[in-house]
């Protein structure tokens, strides 16, 4: 089915430095993605988004890329700081469909 | 401008009773997308709601049903709990069906 393990992978970066989280998608025929930030105790907060006629896109301090032929998405935090600590997750509209699935998060920790 | 309120913010239920979750979408958005979230999991897509009519459904059964309102907000009910309907339930709205979705806080609900 579409949920994830309960334990999720974990992410430890040095404040700072940059992180990189990936993610994989599941259906060909998505055309538009979103990346989501989770702290405790909070809904999903929106932090960028791409459609599938594009493989880049750049906000502050943050950049999705999209590589179709793989069906891979990252997400590129730059000069990550301690607030940007919190559970990740990529997400795709099943292309046609108004249903957004959500992938496996990914727990960022960063350290001071 | 307040964004997607959702409540109650917490319920405790017994199995088998009945459940009712309101939200009230951002202003100026027309769509709402119900989604549970299970402890540690990333959330699942309930249904959407567009001009008063459920749009598209996830995998849930029809004890789980709901409700748009000419203002646009939205309610979800839940029937016959069962103790795995335990998970915090996240109402998104959004001014397209493809547009950012923007979340509530959530309402956690816990079966017993």
């Known amino acids: 089915g579409e949920s994830v393990g309960l334990h999720l992978p974990t992410l430890s970066v040095q404040e700072g430095d940059n992180s990189i989280i990936n993610c994989a998608y599941s259906n060909s025929a998505s055309d538009y993605f979103i990346w989501y930030k989770q702290e405790s105790g909070k809904g999903p907060q929106f932090i960028i988004d791409i459609r599938s006629n594009m493989d880049k896109r750049q906000g502050q301090r943050v950049t999705v890329l999209l590589n179709k032929t793989v069906k891979h998405l990252s997400l590129q935090i730059a000069a990550t700081q301690p607030g940007d600590s919190a559970v990740y997750f990529c997400a795709e509209n099943d292309g046609g469909g108004f249903k957004t699935i959500f992938g496996a998060g990914t727990r960022l920790f960063v350290k001071a | 401008d307040a964004g997607v309120t959702q409540s109650p913010t917490h319920l405790i239920k017994t199995r088998g009773q009945q459940v009712t979750l309101r939200c009230s979408p951002k202003?100026?958005?027309?769509?709402v997308s119900w989604y549970q979230q299970a402890l540690g999991q990333g959330p699942q897509f309930i249904f959407q709601y567009y001009e008063e009519e459920e749009r598209q459904r996830g995998n849930f059964p029809d004890r789980f049903s709901g409700h748009q309102f000419p203002n646009y907000s939205s309610e979800l009910n839940v029937n016959a709990l069962l103790l795995g309907d335990s998970a915090l339930y996240l109402c998104?709205?959004?001014?397209?069906?493809?547009?950012?979705?923007?979340f509530g806080p959530g309402t956690r609900l816990t079966v017993t």
């Open positions: 998104a709205s959004s001014p397209r069906e493809l547009d950012e979705q923007y």
């Open positions: 202003s100026g958005h027309d769509t």
